[in-house]
């Protein structure tokens, strides 16, 4: 059974700095895309940040870029994304979600596997 479990979420002040962590179980990621999503109140789901785990190549959302940064570990297992210089509209449910098929996407349907979600709270 493939599980992916995020963690890492918590209340923190504006400017302020969290990293999430996404572990996977079941199989390996190692050559997927691994992408951090996330949701507020009342707004549909968004795309955050992917990474290609084959091509090593990362790509972002422009309202996150430059503060978010997403990495993986060697063997495949974890994902983080480091969050810097956090706002109040960085505020949501942050999900990780796994792509065997590598495609780079930016769109939640195409990614099979997600987590549970991790709640992030930015206060000003």
């Known amino acids: 059974q493939v599980q992916l479990v995020e963690s890492g979420g918590g209340l923190v002040q504006a400017g302020g700095s969290l990293r999430l962590s996404c572990a996977a179980s079941?199989?390996?990621?190692?050559?997927?895309?691994m992408g951090w999503f996330r949701q507020a109140p009342g707004k549909e789901r968004e795309f955050a940040a992917l990474?290609?785990?084959?091509?090593?190549?990362?790509y972002y959302a422009d309202s996150v870029k430059g503060r978010f940064t997403i990495s993986g570990d060697n063997a495949g297992n974890t994902v983080y994304l480091q969050m810097n210089s956090l706002k109040p509209e960085d505020t949501a449910v942050y999900y990780c979600?796994?792509?065997?098929?590598?495609?780079?996407?930016?769109?939640?349907?195409?990614?099979?596997?997600w987590g549970q979600g991790t709640q992030v709270t930015v206060s000003s």
């Open positions: 979600a796994g792509d065997l098929l590598d495609r780079g996407s930016r769109r939640p349907l195409d990614y099979r596997y």
């Open positions: 079941g199989r390996t990621f190692s050559s997927a895309a």
């Open positions: 990474i290609r785990r084959s091509a090593g190549s990362t």
